[in-house]
């Protein structure tokens, strides 16, 4: 579960991104995080991760608040593919990188090898096992980096723009996964195609302030609505009006 009381957000004094963010993801729930370029997104979403400190109101990651003293209990329950993820792999190979959380949090050596293997061929990317990080390209990336927190299995998972650089077969691979994980999801994403695929809820960000928050199918089908914040109906559904 994960809470957000009263967030505000400035990178520079004067110049606040978010103001008076609250909203609740309950246990299981995938929510949907849009809105246009520079809406707040992914500050929102380094917030949580405790990547840029939460000077106003508060954050909750199951009851535990965001802060310097409990980053370490924060990480272990979130999992998180951020918006670049080149710099987010820090081992030399893509198996490297799958195992390192689940050793680091007591997972056996049989286990996070089935763990590894399993997600590996979820995702059709066994290929990609003994691969070195830096000489994969940008859609592998991304596809590795979304192994790296399956393998990981954490409480809840972060997602800031997973399908961006995926050809459309590795999109729908990345989707089914997505909509069949059973923990707390907050996904990030201007494909709305995506979002209303997979989640059940959005909030819609607008100037650093929600905008909308509620069912992803009354949402994403409000034209009228997205289109006050800078945005378009999803493809699927963009044929049957206007
Ligand atoms: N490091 C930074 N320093 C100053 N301002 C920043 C910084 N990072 C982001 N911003 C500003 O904060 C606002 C929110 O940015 P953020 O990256 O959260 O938007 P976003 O919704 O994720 O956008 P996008 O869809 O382009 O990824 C924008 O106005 C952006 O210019
Ligand atoms: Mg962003």
Same mark, same amino acid.
């Given at each position: 579960?994960?809470?957000?009381?009263?967030?505000?957000?400035?990178?520079?004094?004067?110049?606040?991104?978010?103001?008076?963010?609250?909203?609740?993801?309950?246990?299981?729930?995938?929510?949907?995080?849009?809105?246009?370029?520079?809406? @707040?997104?992914?500050?929102? +979403?380094?917030? $949580?991760?405790?990547? #840029?400190?939460?000077?106003?109101?508060? !954050? *909750?990651? =199951?009851?535990?608040?965001?802060?310097?003293?409990?980053?370490?209990?924060?990480?272990?329950?979130?999992?998180?593919?951020?918006?670049?993820?080149?710099?987010?792999?820090?081992?030399?190979?893509?198996?490297?990188?799958?195992?390192?959380?689940?050793?680091?949090?007591?997972?056996?050596?049989?286990?996070?090898?089935?763990?590894?293997?399993?997600?590996?061929?979820?995702?059709?990317?066994?290929?990609?096992?003994?691969?070195?990080?830096?000489?994969?390209? @940008?859609?592998?990336?991304? +596809?590795?980096? $979304?192994?790296?927190? #399956?393998?990981?299995?954490?409480?809840? !998972? *972060?997602? =800031?723009?997973?399908?961006?650089?995926?050809?459309?077969?590795?999109?729908?691979?990345?989707?089914?996964?997505?909509?069949?994980?059973?923990?707390?999801?907050?996904?990030?994403?201007?494909?709305?195609?995506?979002?209303?695929?997979?989640?059940?809820?959005?909030?819609?960000?607008?100037?650093?302030?929600?905008?909308?928050?509620?069912?992803?199918?009354?949402?994403?089908?409000?034209?009228?609505?997205?289109?006050?914040?800078?945005?378009?109906?999803?493809?699927?559904?963009?044929?049957?009006?206007?």
């Amino acid at each position: 579960m994960i809470t957000c009381s009263k967030v505000g957000f400035s990178y520079e004094p004067g110049h606040p991104v978010l103001q008076d963010l609250s909203f609740t993801i309950g246990e299981g729930e995938c929510v949907g995080l849009i809105g246009a370029n520079g809406a @707040g997104k992914s500050t929102v +979403m380094r917030l $949580i991760l405790g990547l #840029l400190p939460c000077t106003q109101g508060e !954050i *909750l990651v =199951d009851a535990v608040p965001v802060g310097k003293d409990t980053l370490k209990e924060i990480r272990k329950k979130l999992g998180f593919v951020l918006q670049n993820s080149d710099n987010q792999m820090f081992m030399p190979t893509v198996y490297e990188d799958m195992i390192f959380a689940p050793l680091n949090y007591g997972v056996s050596k049989e286990e996070t090898e089935k763990r590894v293997d399993a997600v590996l061929e979820k995702l059709g990317m066994q290929e990609l096992k003994h691969r070195h990080n830096h000489k994969i390209s @940008g859609g592998e990336k991304r +596809m590795a980096a $979304i192994a790296t927190i #399956l393998a990981m299995q954490p409480e809840s !998972i *972060l997602m =800031d723009e997973p399908t961006a650089a995926l050809d459309p077969y590795n999109r729908r691979i990345v989707m089914n996964a997505i909509r069949e994980l059973p923990q707390t999801r907050l996904i990030a994403s201007h494909d709305l195609d995506m979002i209303l695929d997979t989640c059940s809820r959005v909030i819609l960000l607008s100037g650093g302030k929600i905008a909308a928050d509620g069912p992803a199918q009354e949402i994403l089908r409000n034209k009228a609505l997205l289109e006050a914040h800078r945005m378009e109906l999803p493809f699927c559904l963009a044929g049957h009006s206007s």
